[in-house]
């Protein structure tokens, strides 16, 4: 069965979009670790769109950002990936219950509002790239 490449684009954008939303959300009811947790997997979700869009194929079932960021076809330099290994743990840590105590412990208000707005950041970054290189809208 042929992908149906807007289609699949749509989604993971709206995906992305709504994981944002959360974020927000749970940044402002101080969910330290859950915001974080769901900063990754707005990340993931926009580059999982423009690995789609990119490749013509399904996004990978994986939650690593670099190698999404590595299949996305949007330029990055070697900084940009090791950050996003950086961040890779957010998704790690919120998942399990012995790592989520030991994280929620780390996500003091300044550390969690730090990474949120970079978070943010490459957020936007990712979805402005991704529209210049692969106009869905």
């Given at each position: 069965?042929?992908?149906?490449?807007?289609k699949?684009v749509?989604y993971?954008?709206?995906e992305?979009?709504?994981?944002?939303?959360?974020?927000?959300?749970?940044?402002?009811?101080?969910?330290?670790?859950?915001?974080l947790?769901?900063?990754?997997?707005?990340?993931?979700?926009?580059?999982?769109?423009?690995v789609?869009?990119h490749t013509k194929?399904?996004a990978?079932?994986?939650?690593?950002?670099?190698?999404l960021?590595?299949?996305s076809?949007?330029p990055?330099?070697?900084?940009?990936?090791?950050?996003?290994?950086?961040?890779n743990q957010f998704?790690?840590?919120?998942?399990?219950?012995?790592?989520?105590?030991?994280?929620?412990?780390?996500?003091?208000d300044?550390?969690?509002?730090?990474?949120?707005?970079?978070?943010k950041?490459?957020?936007?970054?990712?979805?402005?790239?991704?529209?210049q290189?692969?106009?869905?809208k």
């Amino acid at each position: 069965m042929p992908v149906q490449v807007k289609k699949l684009v749509d989604y993971w954008y709206r995906e992305a979009g709504y994981s944002f939303d959360v974020t927000k959300a749970l940044l402002d009811k101080k969910k330290n670790a859950e915001c974080l947790f769901f900063g990754h997997l707005m990340v993931e979700k926009i580059l999982k769109a423009w690995v789609v869009a990119h490749t013509k194929e399904h996004a990978p079932p994986i939650h690593d950002l670099p190698k999404l960021m590595k299949k996305s076809g949007i330029p990055y330099t070697k900084e940009f990936i090791s950050e996003l290994e950086f961040y890779n743990q957010f998704y790690l840590t919120g998942r399990y219950d012995e790592d989520k105590m030991n994280f929620r412990k780390t996500c003091t208000d300044s550390f969690t509002k730090k990474h949120f707005d970079r978070l943010k950041e490459i957020y936007i970054w990712l979805k402005k790239e991704g529209e210049q290189l692969y106009p869905q809208k």
